[in-house]
């Protein structure tokens, strides 16, 4: 069964620190995304990387950065967390290539509380 | 540009009646068009998906979708709900280089 593993389903943060999200996939996938889903607002891309090292900002890329050294793994940080980044955050998979026909696989979920 | 709209964010409705959950999109070029389903405390996944060929998509759980290009919709149904059907609904399409989705609906099924 294919599958996309996020590291922690809830987490509690304070401001300025920094935050790590990981996220693994295990079905040799070439597209990564990272979500945040707030009520009423949807799913907002943040970042996205087509391939290994590779990263494209999404919609709202401020205040995030991401990581992606190994092909099943793709890393989202906020380097100095804020009580607005107060969310929870998908991380999804997609292949093979680039096609807008993929589907995703998202991962459960991780809620981060900055407080 | 490309969007999509979700006309409802909450549909309650009792359970074994009819459900139709709205989704209106805008694109200059052609698109895929997709629902996903999220169930509580989980990710999203697919339930079905409109690439080409047959306007009318059906998921293995009862749910229908028809691509209407003159309308522009998408829009989701299903003649009879069931308790497990309680879920979030997101309609989602891609087109020239981007996926966008909708803003979601919230489905309760009423016992």
């Known amino acids: 069964d294919v599958k996309v593993t996020q590291s922690s389903r809830y987490l509690v943060k304070r401001t300025g620190e920094k935050v790590f999200l990981e996220c693994v996939q295990d079905?040799?996938?070439?597209?990564m995304f990272w979500y945040r889903q707030d009520p009423g607002l949807g799913l907002r891309l943040i970042y996205f990387?087509?391939?290994?090292?590779?990263?494209e900002k999404g919609d709202i890329p401020e205040g995030y950065s991401v990581s992606r050294e190994k092909k099943e793994r793709f890393s989202l940080i906020l380097e100095s967390a804020s009580t607005n980044q107060t969310s929870m955050y998908l991380c999804a998979s997609s292949g093979p290539g680039a096609s807008g026909a993929n589907v995703l696989t998202f991962g459960a979920g991780s809620r981060l509380t900055v407080l | 540009a490309q969007s999509v709209t979700q006309l409802d964010s909450q549909v309650p409705v009792f359970e074994e009646a009819p459900v139709e959950l709205r989704c209106n999109y805008s694109?200059?070029?052609?698109?895929?068009l997709f629902w996903y389903v999220q169930y509580p405390n989980q990710g999203l996944q697919l339930l079905l998906k409109y690439l080409s060929g047959s306007t009318l998509v059906e998921s293995i759980n009862g749910f229908e979708a028809e691509f209407n290009k003159s309308q522009t919709s998408f829009h989701l149904r299903k003649p009879s709900v069931h308790i497990s059907d309680t879920a979030e609904y997101f309609c989602a399409l891609t087109g020239a280089n981007n996926l966008f989705f909708g803003t979601g609906t919230r489905l309760t099924v009423i016992p």
């Open positions: 079905m040799d996938h070439e597209n």
């Open positions: 694109s200059s070029v052609s698109v895929y």
């Open positions: 990387s087509y391939d290994v090292k590779m990263k």
